[in-house]
């Protein structure tokens, strides 16, 4: 049976990164016929410590961002990821199987604790393994993510097999599902980088809840280069190639068939196309939110009901862990 998971971090509204590489995915990923968790990962967002009040909305954002983008909650079982605390408990099971040269490698550890003269905190460091328990605990087999998670996938993998190793085989064997022309767009004014919820200023990046103007403001910013014809080549136009990439995600027209179309326009006129583009599929999706985030009773509703859901398969398939390791008499 497939069971697909995925996580995203209430740490602000989503943007077109996060939409193209992973929600349009989860969206998709509803009509097959499989067992499908979509949490929202609020125990890897305090790794970034924020005021109370601030978490509590990003929350509600999140779900109701993800419930405008057509997750539905009867398909999928949409929940906060601390209110099920198996993530946690596994997630030190899974830990002590980890080797520290292992998570050291990590591209995510080495960006967030350079400047830091303590050294880094344990939560950033060890979040990997929690994020190999969010997948585990629900014995996944597919995860949809953006490219950036390729690496973490390979941990989650290597975690599995040492405790299949050890203890007896439980965890399947997990695949990214990932799609490649849209698995990492980059921040609009800087495309050496990817596009960010929480880092990077104004322009960098598209919210989901953008208005219209904002959308060509930030479009029309976004940095380019002195050729303007309209060529994919990701390697020496980065910044061309990153809006061709989001005009694709949003049109499914392909790269070479957008820049075919595109011929008789220079880089400035293309990019009133993309931003054309983004706002047709944005602008429902904007209106939904701002219905659905104006009734939080209905929001923490569907939460209450996804944390059923999950609970039920996490009590379960951590009581089977427990008597696999020993720890039930
Ligand atoms: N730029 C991106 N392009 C494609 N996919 C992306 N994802 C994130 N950025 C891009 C995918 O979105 C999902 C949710 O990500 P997350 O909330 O868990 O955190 P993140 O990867 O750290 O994303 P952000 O937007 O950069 O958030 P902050 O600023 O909070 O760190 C994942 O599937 C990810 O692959």
């Known amino acids: 049976e497939e069971v697909i998971f995925s996580g995203i971090q209430p740490t602000g509204i989503p943007h077109i990164g996060n939409y193209l590489g992973a929600i349009k995915h989860w969206v998709a990923m509803q009509e097959k016929p499989a067992t499908i968790y979509y949490s929202i990962v609020d125990m890897h967002s305090v790794t970034i410590p924020k005021d109370k009040s601030v978490l509590q909305n990003h929350i509600l954002d999140m779900t109701a961002c993800l419930l405008a983008c057509g997750i539905d909650p009867k398909r999928s079982v949409l929940f906060q990821q601390s209110d099920v605390l198996e993530h946690s408990a596994l997630s030190w099971l899974l830990g002590c199987q980890v080797p520290l040269n292992q998570l050291r490698k990590l591209p995510q550890w080495k960006e967030k604790t350079e400047n830091l003269k303590h050294g880094g905190y344990l939560g950033v460091f ?13 014995k996944t087999t597919h ?24 203890y007896g085989v439980f965890f399947p064997k997990v695949s990214l599902f990932s799609d490649r022309a849209s698995a990492r767009i980059r921040n609009l004014r800087d495309p050496t980088v990817k596009m960010s919820k929480s880092k990077g200023g104004k322009h960098t990046r598209i919210e989901l809840t953008d208005t219209d103007d904002q959308i060509v403001n930030s479009v029309k910013k976004a940095l380019t280069d002195f050729t303007s014809e309209v060529t994919y080549d990701p390697v020496n136009r980065p910044g061309v190639a990153n809006l061709i ?17 595109s011929k008789q326009l220079d880089t400035g006129e293309y990019k009133l196309v993309v931003a054309d583009a983004v706002i047709g599929a944005i602008r429902p999706i904007r209106d939904e939110y701002l219905r659905l985030r104006s009734d939080e009773g209905h929001l923490k509703d569907i939460l209450r009901l996804g944390h059923e859901k999950a609970q ?8 089977e862990i427990r008597q696999l390791v020993g720890m039930t008499l």
């Open 312 to 319: 039920e398969t996490a009590s379960r398939n951590w009581n």
């Open 143 to 166: 995860v949809p993510a953006g490219e950036d998670q390729a690496v973490h996938l390979e941990l989650t993998n290597m975690v599995a097999s040492l405790f299949n190793n050890f």
């Open 245 to 261: 990439e989001i005009h694709s995600g949003f049109t499914g027209l392909s790269t070479d068939e957008i820049c075919q179309n």
């Open 126 to 138: 060890s979040y990997p393994v929690l994020q190999t328990a969010d997948i585990l605990l629900y």
